[in-house]
């Protein structure tokens, strides 16, 4: 579990580069499973997804000397926005790796977030070897989802809940 002084931290760092997205009541969902439900309005960041936020974060932790060499990273699509947006915001450059059948969407918005796209692989799995393949030749590999800073950045959602609803309280918390 990640500590929620190290989510704190992480908050503090990209905020200024984050969209603090609304939470919104949804009557059709509330309706429907018979409860209060809300949507986190994630669609609402630059690159449409929650992912920009552990981009940022990962981008924060690398040193200087790696940044230099730049970053790899393999995804579909809102990855490879989020790392390429980041990547471009903080001065680094991002080669992506996706899947040959990612669509042209996906595509030309990684590349317009200054991205540089590689298309690899019939899969994302055979995309990630190709991205660490590259990584061994000195870039940075940032993973899609199993990275302690990826998960830390992207838990900052969780924090704006509290504070926008505060009856959201987790015991361990």
Known sequence: MIPLDKIRHAAEVIGGSI???PLVYSPSFSRRFGSDIYLKLENLQKTGSFK????MFKLHTIPDKKRERGVVAASAGNHA?????????AGIEATIVMPEWASITKQEATRGY???VILHGS??????EKALELAQQ???FIHPFDDY????????LGL??????SSVRLGFW
């Open 19 to 21: 969209i603090k997205t």
């Open 52 to 55: 920009i936020r552990g981009a």
């Open 81 to 89: 926005q989020g790392v390429a947006l980041a990547a471009k915001q």
């Open 114 to 116: 200054g991205g540089k």
């Open 123 to 128: 899969s994302v799995g055979q995309s990630l």
């Open 138 to 140: 000195g870039l940075t």
């Open 149 to 156: 800073d990826i998960i830390t950045g992207q838990g900052t």
């Open 160 to 165: 704006e809940i509290i504070e926008e609803f």
